[in-house]
């Protein structure tokens, strides 16, 4: 497991993504669209799932409470799942189990689901995240604005967070119609109650940019690469990432 950070606008360390590698034997370490695929084939994908849960509940469960010298009350640990969905029937006892097994509290939980496998949820799905969310757990709309779901769907899910795609991010500083979708993004989930976040930032002027249209958080190379468990420790413990000044 990798962990990159989610950091809020001052830099203060929110939450992180876990992150899966391989470390195949004679290819080094694979990204996961190098093996994804394979686990899809062979229908492995929600057994996956099911160990990124345990391996980076139970990791999160360790890291320090304090960041930087101030307490923190724990940084929240974000999985995105494919292979795992609402619509399972099991579902939302494997979260369960993986939450009672790990010792980590329910409010340091947020699960990530592409915005294209929320068309359509059926109401028990939609039911299975409502009683998660009533435990303290978070969703997440991933790459959101790249999807076909229709704003009313949205609307009607119980997703707290809305992750604007790096594809709008990239450009945001140079090109007025991705500024102009960011913007539109962030009005919008502030007008449903969501919060925001803006993945992919890459550099500073990207960053004032976005934290001039008030996106929440911000994920991205600019604040750290995904790295391994042990790294991700010692950056907590430095306290907030820095923010390098607008361009």
């Not at 976005?210 to 750290?224: E, F, H, I, K």
């Amino acid at each position: 497991m990798h962990y990159q950070p989610v950091v809020g606008p001052d830099g203060t360390v929110l939450s992180a993504e876990a992150l899966v590698r391989w470390p195949h034997p004679e290819r080094g370490l694979l990204m996961p669209g190098e093996f994804l695929p394979v686990a899809e084939q062979g229908d492995l994908q929600g057994e996956l799932d099911r160990w990124v849960l345990r391996t980076a509940f139970t990791e999160a469960a360790e890291w320090p409470q304090l960041c930087g010298g101030v307490l923190t009350g724990g940084v929240a640990i974000a999985v995105n799942l494919a292979g795992l969905v609402p619509g399972d029937p099991d579902f939302v006892d494997i979260v369960t189990s993986c939450v009672a097994a790990t010792g980590i509290s329910w409010d340091r939980v947020i699960l990530e689901l592409v915005e294209t496998s929320l068309i359509d949820l059926p109401s028990r799905s939609r039911e299975a995240m409502a009683e998660l969310v009533e435990r303290g757990v978070r969703f997440a709309v991933d790459d959101f604005g790249t999807g076909y779901s229709s704003l009313a769907r949205l609307k009607e899910l119980p997703a707290q967070i809305i992750k604007i795609d790096r594809r709008f991010v990239s450009g945001v500083a140079t090109d007025a119609s991705d500024f102009a979708v960011a913007r539109a993004l962030v009005d919008m989930a502030r007008a449903m109650g969501r919060s925001c976040v803006a993945e992919g930032v890459e550099n500073a002027t990207q960053f004032h940019v976005l934290r001039g249209v008030g996106v929440d958080a911000y994920q991205g190379w600019l604040m750290s690469r995904p790295i391994p468990a042990r790294e991700f420790r010692e950056l907590l413990k430095l306290g907030p990432v820095h923010i390098p000044s607008g361009a």
